[in-house]
Nanobody, 123 residues
Framework: QVQLVESGGGLVQTGGSLTLSCAAS????????IGWFRQAPGKEREFVVA???????YSAEAMKGSFSTTRDKDKNTVTLQMNSLKPEDTAVYYCVARNRAYGSKSVDDWPYWGRGTQVTVSS
């Protein structure tokens, strides 16, 4: 059974940074794709960033330069580093996974989801 547990959410001021972690069990992140999505109030879930089995990362255009992801295969965890945060980054952030070498920017392509962690950026 695949489980993804996010941690590290909270309240941060505009311009600040925050690091989220995702602990995975039931799959090996070294042979899977792991990603991050977010959902702001009243909006649809949107792709943030993902890392392929090979370690290659790719992000949504709007997040390039400020959001990045890394993985620790020994700990089977993935980290989302968020810098230069703005109030519009306020959302619930979800860790997602798929047992495929390559990820996707589509919500429907990710079968495994964590419960999410709230990130609030104050102005």
């Amino acid at each position: 059974q695949v489980q993804l547990v996010e941690s590290g959410g909270g309240l941060v001021q505009t311009g600040g940074s925050l690091t989220l972690s995702c602990a995975a069990s039931g799959l090996s992140i070294g042979s899977s794709s792991i990603g991050w999505f977010r959902q702001a109030p009243g909006k649809e879930r949107e792709f943030v960033v993902a890392i392929n089995w090979s370690g290659t990362t790719y992000s949504a255009e709007a997040m390039k330069g400020s959001f990045s992801t890394t993985r620790d295969k020994d700990k089977n965890t993935v980290t989302l580093q968020m810098n230069s945060l703005k109030p519009e980054d306020t959302a619930v952030y979800y860790c997602v996974a798929r047992n495929r070498a390559y990820g996707s920017k589509s919500v429907d392509d990710w079968p495994y989801w964590g419960r999410g962690t709230q990130v609030t950026v104050s102005s």
